[in-house]
């Protein structure tokens, strides 16, 4: 294993400690229980945005803290569920009287923590709201899951989310919005390789030079199917064919679509991945009005990219376009 770390143990207190150093102006780290929020929590009056999980997916969900996305985020340990007690605390330092949204992906362990906690704040008189985010078509049920996975579409559903919240929506307006994203929106991801948790010191899984694993987790967990390497165009069809089938996306759909690299993968091929998924799309009549193209949630080092589509109304436009200033994803300002 080779990796820019100190003690194994210590990978995600020594990252927050780098965050804190280098976005004093955007966000504030609290050490036991881990926890980042935005600078200027709690915004009086502001329904409040607190999602988490483990860590290993940067700039998820650390990365999105700041205006216009996240007023929290709780980073478990390498690829573990954050505890009750850390989102607790992250509830409570960002409550501003209009209530809180926990955006949960469906992981069981996220599930579980993430209720426990918004129980515990309940009881002290914080309205709290839960979305679920299970967006992977890839498969029903994972390691992790009862259900589908949450993967790329929480990142767009916190974009979209955290604007309306800006604007001073009310807590179930911003609540509605975010399952919204989530209806209409769907993602799959692939891996070239695996990739090494820290404290595992070896490979999450075995992958040949010349194979690929199609509908994979963010997490390494198994995919759809282990196949022999094809050209991107080929990978691409396969991809998008399923991501468009499952909603159904139609023929005359506006869409935000998100190219996301695992990690070790180059800009450069995520650009070739947008291309062919342009050209899929645009042989179905979709419309690619929005992108995001780049590494926004992460599989440590893993090669490989996923792909997410959500379909766009004008309301949802304006949400993505509206002005965000965080760490890990910024316009408009």
């Not at 100190?6 to 504030?28: C, K, S």
């Not at 911003?174 to 990739?195: Q, W, Y």
């Not at 506006?254 to 062919?276: D, H, K, Q, S």
């Not at 929005?290 to 109304?313: A, F, H, P, W």
Request: with cysteine; proline share 5%.
């Amino acid at each position: 294993m080779k990796k820019l770390i100190n003690d194994p143990e210590n990978v995600v207190r020594d990252a927050l400690q780098g965050v804190a150093l280098a976005h004093p102006d955007l966000a504030t780290v609290h050490i036991d229980p881990h926890y980042v929020v935005r600078s200027d929590a709690p915004v009086q009056g502001k329904v409040a945005l607190v999602s988490g999980g483990g860590s290993g997916h940067e700039p998820m969900h650390g990365g999105f803290v700041g205006m216009g996305m996240l007023d929290a985020a709780c980073p478990g340990e390498v690829f573990t569920s954050p505890t009750p007690d850390q989102m607790e605390a992250a509830t409570k330092a960002v409550d501003g009287g209009a209530g809180v949204i926990h955006i949960v992906k469906n992981y069981t362990g996220d599930v579980m923590n993430f209720e426990m906690a918004a129980e515990l704040c309940r009881a002290e008189g914080i309205e709290v709201e839960s979305v679920l985010v299970d967006d992977d078509v890839a498969v029903q049920d994972s390691l992790y899951t009862a259900g589908r996975r949450g993967v790329g579409v929480t990142v767009l559903m916190e974009k979209i989310a955290g604007a309306a919240a800006e604007q001073g929506r009310p807590l179930a307006d911003v609540a509605g919005i975010a399952r919204k994203v989530n209806e209409v929106g769907r993602s799959m991801g692939m891996a070239l390789t695996s990739c090494t948790v820290p404290a595992a010191g070896k490979p999450t899984f075995d992958l040949g030079d010349d194979e690929m694993e199609i509908g994979i987790g963010i997490h390494g967990e198994p995919g759809r199917e282990r196949m022999a390497l094809t050209p991107v165009h080929d990978i691409v069809e396969k991809m998008a064919g399923a991501v468009a089938d499952d909603l159904p996306f139609s023929s005359g759909d506006r869409v935000l679509a998100f190219v996301n690299g695992m990690g070790g993968t180059p800009l450069i091929e995520l650009y070739i991945v947008f291309n062919e998924l342009v050209g899929f799309l645009k042989g179905r009549g979709i419309e690619v009005s929005r992108n995001l193209i780049g590494s926004y949630i992460t599989s440590l080092e893993m090669q490989g990219c996923s792909i997410s589509l959500v379909k766009l109304d004008d309301e949802l436009t304006q949400l993505w376009d509206a002005p965000v200033k965080t760490p890990g994803l910024r316009w408009g300002i």
